[in-house]
T-cell receptor, first 110, second 116 residues
Framework: DAKTTQPTSMDCAEGRAANLPCNHS???????VYWYRQIHSQGPQYIIH???NNETNEMASLIITEDRKSSTLILPHATLRDTAVYYC???????????FGAGTRLTVKP | DAGVIQSPRHEVTEMGQEVTLRCKPI?????LFWYRQTMMRGLELLIY????????DSGMPEDRFSAKMPNASFSTLKIQPSEPRDSAVYFC??????????????FGPGTRLTVT
């Protein structure tokens, strides 16, 4: 699986958009980008995934650059409950082992 | 849907004792994963099963650890004998198959293990 690089921590004001970057410059053509988050003392939670097109669901939007070497997870209106560690993972389709890195600790402040 | 169920939620045991962690995956999911999380090492994949068969156990730290999945609705992770360095939060996750396309994993609440 391609290695990912994420900032260690970020802050965001409540009600504003949170933009979490991820660098995956060695991604292969058959590797998807996944985002998970882990709220304190809970198990990780799936957010969204994509291959090359931008994706949106009820939780977030995923913007993948045209060269696929980086992506951004967007939480459009962050709330205090979005405070968590956010993990960016790349993996080959159909391969089922998920390798988590250190992630980005997002703190949403009032 | 009850989600992935793990038991116990907390376990405190003495060094040398056997510990058994339990997991009930989401009905219909044919993949099951065991993870361990510590401050030092983060979230690590230990082993995963497909249709009750272990596929990859390369993450199991040593022979003291074993995992079984006797049927589609139950799995155990056993540590015998336990050591203080095994103290961690152990997560179970399950995942459906989707024609070879990627799919999300659903995690349980975890078991916090403390070995004294």
């Amino acid at each position: 699986d391609a290695k990912t690089t994420q900032p260690t921590s970020m802050d965001c004001a409540e009600g504003r958009a949170a933009n979490l970057p991820c660098n995956h410059s060695t991604i292969s053509g058959n590797e998807y980008v996944y985002w998970y988050r882990q709220i304190h003392s809970q198990g990780p939670q799936y957010i969204i995934h994509g291959l090359k097109n931008n994706e949106t669901n009820e939780m977030a939007s995923l913007i993948i650059t045209e060269d696929r070497k980086s992506s951004t997870l967007i939480l459009p209106h962050a709330t205090l409950r979005d405070t968590a560690v956010y993990y960016c993972i790349v993996r080959v389709a159909g391969v089922n082992d998920m390798r988590f890195g250190a992630g980005t600790r997002l703190t949403v402040k009032p | 849907d009850a989600g992935v169920i793990q038991s116990p939620r907390h376990e405190v045991t003495e060094m040398g004792q056997e510990v058994t962690l339990r997991c009930k995956p989401i009905s219909g999911h044919d993949y099951l994963f065991w993870y361990r999380q510590t401050m030092m090492r983060g979230l690590e994949l230990l082993i995963y099963f497909n249709n009750n068969v272990p596929i990859d156990d390369s993450g199991m730290p040593e022979d003291r650890f074993s995992a079984k999945m006797p049927n589609a609705s139950f799995s155990t992770l056993k540590i015998q004998p336990s050591e203080p360095r095994d103290s961690a939060v152990y997560f179970c996750a399950s995942s459906p198959t989707s024609g070879g396309h990627p799919h999300e994993q659903y995690f349980g609440p975890g078991t916090r293990l403390t070995v004294t």
